[in-house]
Structures are given as C-alpha cells and as structure tokens.
C-alpha cells in the first residue's frame, strides 16, 4: 500500500502531465482568425472633403474599421457592407477642429462667482465630471478633434480625459492637450487676495530660463502634446485710446521654454494679445499666436517669415462687455475693434490662420460654429472657414492627411450638417450625422 507522501507525488505528476499536454495540445491547434474590420459606406448627395474648393456631388465613402478606404463618385460598396444614405439636402463634411479650447472651463458668469469660483469652491472630481460633458457637448456639434490649450487650476485632468475617450468609458473628440500652462510671477489669476494667503493659480507659474525649462520638461513627461505659454496678461486702453497689454515672460525665458519643447519634438502656442509680449512671443519662437488682438505690420512680416499660426478666437470677445463708461468697458471695446482690424489684416497678407474659438471661456451650452460666421463677416469665404477648421487645421497640429480630410487613408471622422454651409454658414450649427473614428456618435 502506498504512502500518503508517494500518492501526494502521483497526483502531483499526473496534474503536471495533464497540464503540459494541455499546453502543448494549445500550441498545436491553428489560431483563429481576427474579426474582420466592419465596412460601412456613406452615400453623400454633397460632399466638401476639406481640400478641394469645389462641392462635389453623389459620392461614395467607404470606411474600413476607423480608417477611410475610397471616397469615390457613385459606385457599389463590397459586399456585406452597413449603407448609410443620407438625405439629400444633407452637407458632408471632415469632422470639425478646434484648436482652441478649454473644457475644464465652463464660462465666466458673475452670477457664478465669474473665473475665481471655478478655482476656490469645485473639488476636481466635480470639474471633471463637467469637462467630459464639454467633450460629449463637442462631439456633439461635429467637432471630433480639439486642441485643448490648459486646465485653468485642474492640473492633468485632461490627461485623464483623453485617456478616458481613448479607452472608450466616455464619448468626446480626439483631444490634443497642454496640461497646466506657463506664465510668470505677476502674469496669472488669482489675484487680487489677501497676500497672506496662498491661492490657486491657474497657470504653472515660474520664473527664469532654467526654471520655466523645468516647468515645460515636467508638463511634457506628464503628457503635454503641447506646450502653452501666456505671453501677455492684462489688458487696458491708455491716454491716447490704444490696448495696452501686460507683457510677462522675456525673450531669454520663452527661448528656454521653445528650445525644450522643440528638442522633444512639441509645439509651443502663444497666448500674445498686442505690443511687447506680442513681439517677446515672435522673436521667442511661438508656432502659434492664440488671440493676435492687435498685430502691427511688423508682426504680421514677421508670422510671414516664421510660418507663425494665428488662432484668432473672435467670437470670444465679443461677449460679456461691461458697461461703457468703464474701464472694463472701453478694454472689452477696443479689444473687438483691434481685433476685426488685425483678422483683416492678417487675412489679406497670408498669414496662416486655423479655427479656434476659447469655448470654455465662452459657455459650453452657445454653439461652436458661431465662430464661423464671424470669420466670414470680416472677410474670409464661407470654403476658407470650412478649412481653416478641417485640413487648414489639421496642418497647424501636425496631422495632415490624418484628419481634417475626407480621403483614402484618413480616420473616419466624418459629419453631415443640413443645408449648404456655403451659402451660409450658420448651417455648421445644424449637425444631424457624427462619425469618429468610424464609429457613428449621432444620426
């Protein structure tokens, strides 16, 4: 009779012989087939593929997985594939970019405490909990990628966003983020409290070459794709009528800021309203000037010279003017003044000028597309508009051919709007068909 011990050894035995035919039997048999990618054809009676400046008419798309296969005039789809008609009163259309947002911002409402509220009162679950709202809001209006340009006081948070869209636990554009922002001591709200106590700023603040070098180097192990330096703080009208604006970071800072960012492959966007930040921002070497309120020729030469973007967010500020008779009031004024004049400006000598409208700053619950009918009001053509928002803007963020276009090769971001955007572009407000990444959000 055996053992206790040499029965335990048997059965151990014989559970790893079991286990090793288990094993070998495993990697014998053939392996299955992946799924194959889902097919789905778009019929599209009107079709602007962001390139061309003609509408083009019944044409086919295919999308293959989240990539488009052919785009094609008329045609039959393969075999099996899911047809989507869309009517024919219906646009099609790259899904939308805007490359200037702020998702953890929801307004600056008075009756709601204004910008300092969000800051002092909300614990960062609740502001996140608002940005992914933002995001589907986005999505929403057609708009499948955004550049969002900081947090205002949330840190990384959109970090986490773009990872929680990324993995599919919540719906939201494509997000290219910038994280904390830069400015200097001096250069950022809070402000205006008890000097004893410390406050929240909402950009990361910091002060000389070597220090802002470190501030960008942590921003971007902490997953910037971008960096975004303030360039210029506050603004006022002096004695003679003109916008001034408080310049902040020096030459020799933001040249420490751009060379790191540069050398690790990023971008850096300038926030520069006018006059010695703006020009700081130029010779520092910004890829792009958010805002751009009051470019001078030199500036404008000088964009001409670098290649320098603007993303002139227009329809920001001409919202929310305090009353004339204020100091506040005549700021508000002579900020959309110089503004319309430098957009026409700018757009008469070349510059290179991508869609961007500072939502966030403006409330999440107002149309995106209002932007649009600004641009076209000040001089753009309604085609232009549509670029500088499609493959216009796909270029500034590097992703040409990616997005922005509806073209073989290209992520299936597509968007049908009703009516023609042509004719008026305040049918960009009208999205009745979203498709990110091949995966249809709205119809």
């Given at each position: 009779?055996?053992?206790?011990?040499?029965?335990?050894?048997?059965?151990?035995?014989?559970?790893?012989?079991?286990?090793?035919?288990?094993?070998?039997q495993?990697?014998?048999?053939p392996?299955g087939?992946?799924?194959?990618?889902?097919?789905?054809?778009v019929?599209?009676?009107?079709l602007?593929?962001?390139?061309?400046?003609?509408?083009?008419?019944?044409?086919?798309?295919?999308?293959k997985?989240?990539?488009?296969?052919?785009?094609?005039?008329?045609?039959?789809?393969?075999?099996?594939?899911?047809?989507?008609?869309?009517?024919?009163?219906?646009?099609?259309?790259p899904?939308?970019i805007?490359?200037?947002?702020?998702?953890?911002?929801?307004?600056?409402?008075?009756?709601?405490g204004?910008?300092?509220?969000?800051l002092?009162?909300?614990?960062?679950?609740?502001?996140?909990?608002?940005?992914?709202?933002?995001?589907?809001?986005?999505?929403?209006?057609?708009?499948?990628?955004?550049?969002?340009?900081?947090?205002?006081?949330?840190?990384?948070?959109d970090?986490?966003?773009?990872?929680a869209?990324?993995?599919?636990f919540?719906?939201?554009?494509r997000?290219l983020?910038?994280?904390?922002?830069?400015?200097?001591?001096?250069?950022?709200?809070?402000?205006?409290?008890?000097?004893?106590i410390?406050?929240?700023?909402?950009a990361?603040?910091?002060?000389?070459?070597?220090?802002?070098?470190?501030?960008t180097?942590?921003?971007?192990?902490?997953?910037?794709?971008?960096?975004?330096?303030?360039?210029?703080?506050?603004?006022?009208?002096?004695?003679?009528g003109?916008?001034?604006?408080?310049?902040t970071?020096?030459?020799?800072?933001?040249?420490a800021?751009?060379?790191?960012?540069?050398?690790?492959?990023?971008?850096?966007?300038?926030?520069?309203?006018?006059?010695?930040?703006?020009h700081?921002?130029?010779?520092?070497?910004?890829?792009?000037?958010?805002?751009?309120?009051?470019?001078?020729?030199?500036?404008?030469a000088?964009?001409?010279?670098?290649?320098t973007?603007?993303?002139?967010?227009?329809?920001?500020?001409?919202?929310?003017?305090?009353?004339?008779?204020?100091?506040?009031?005549k700021?508000?004024?002579?900020?959309?003044?110089?503004?319309?004049?430098?957009?026409?400006?700018?757009?008469?000598?070349?510059?290179?000028?991508?869609?961007?409208?500072?939502?966030?700053?403006?409330?999440?619950?107002e149309?995106?597309?209002?932007?649009?009918?600004l641009?076209?009001?000040?001089?753009?053509?309604?085609?232009?508009?549509?670029?500088s928002?499609?493959?216009?803007?796909?270029?500034?963020?590097?992703?040409?051919?990616?997005?922005?276009?509806i073209?073989?090769?290209?992520?299936?971001?597509?968007?049908?709007?009703?009516g023609?955007?042509?004719a008026?572009?305040?049918?960009?407000?009208?999205?009745?068909?979203?498709?990110?990444d091949?995966?249809?959000?709205?119809?």
């Amino acid at each position: 009779m055996l053992s206790r011990k040499a029965v335990l050894c048997v059965i151990l035995l014989f559970s790893s012989t079991l286990a090793t035919t288990a094993v070998a039997q495993a990697a014998a048999q053939p392996k299955g087939n992946p799924a194959p990618e889902k097919v789905i054809a778009v019929r599209a009676s009107n079709l602007i593929d962001g390139v061309s400046s003609q509408v083009r008419h019944n044409v086919l798309v295919v999308i293959k997985g989240n990539k488009i296969e052919s785009v094609t005039a008329g045609g039959n789809p393969p075999a099996g594939t899911t047809i989507i008609n869309l009517p024919a009163d219906v646009t099609v259309l790259p899904g939308l970019i805007d490359t200037h947002t702020h998702i953890f911002l929801q307004g600056e409402d008075p009756a709601e405490g204004g910008y300092d509220i969000q800051l002092l009162k909300h614990p960062s679950s609740y502001r996140a909990a608002r940005a992914a709202v933002a995001a589907r809001r986005a999505l929403e209006q057609g708009f499948t990628t955004l550049r969002d340009v900081e947090t205002e006081g949330a840190g990384y948070g959109d970090v986490g966003i773009k990872e929680a869209i990324n993995a599919g636990f919540i719906p939201g554009p494509r997000l290219l983020v910038v994280t904390r922002a830069i400015s200097v001591t001096g250069g950022y709200p809070l402000e205006g409290y008890n000097p004893d106590i410390v406050v929240p700023k909402g950009a990361q603040i910091g002060d000389g070459p070597v220090e802002l070098r470190k501030i960008t180097r942590q921003q971007l192990e902490n997953g910037a794709d971008w960096i975004k330096v303030y360039m210029t703080h506050r603004s006022w009208v002096d004695k003679e009528g003109h916008l001034v604006s408080q310049p902040t970071l020096t030459v020799e800072e933001l040249k420490a800021v751009v060379d790191e960012a540069h050398g690790q492959q990023k971008k850096v966007a300038c926030h520069a309203y006018s006059g010695i930040g703006l020009h700081r921002a130029l010779d520092g070497g910004c890829d792009s000037i958010e805002h751009g309120l009051s470019l001078d020729d030199a500036a404008i030469a000088q964009m001409l010279k670098q290649g320098t973007w603007l993303v002139p967010t227009l329809g920001v500020y001409y919202t929310d003017w305090s009353p004339e008779n204020t100091d506040d009031g005549k700021r508000d004024r002579a900020r959309a003044n110089e503004h319309e004049v430098s957009f026409k400006k700018a757009l008469k000598a070349g510059v290179k000028i991508a869609f961007g409208t500072d939502m966030g700053g403006i409330p999440w619950t107002e149309p995106i597309a209002n932007e649009f009918g600004l641009m076209v009001k000040f001089g753009m053509s309604p085609m232009d508009a549509i670029k500088s928002a499609t493959s216009t803007a796909a270029n500034l963020l590097e992703m040409k051919g990616d997005i922005g276009v509806i073209a073989p090769g290209a992520f299936a971001d597509i968007v049908g709007v009703k009516g023609d955007p042509l004719a008026t572009v305040e049918a960009l407000k009208n999205v009745n068909f979203v498709m990110k990444d091949g995966n249809i959000f709205k119809q």
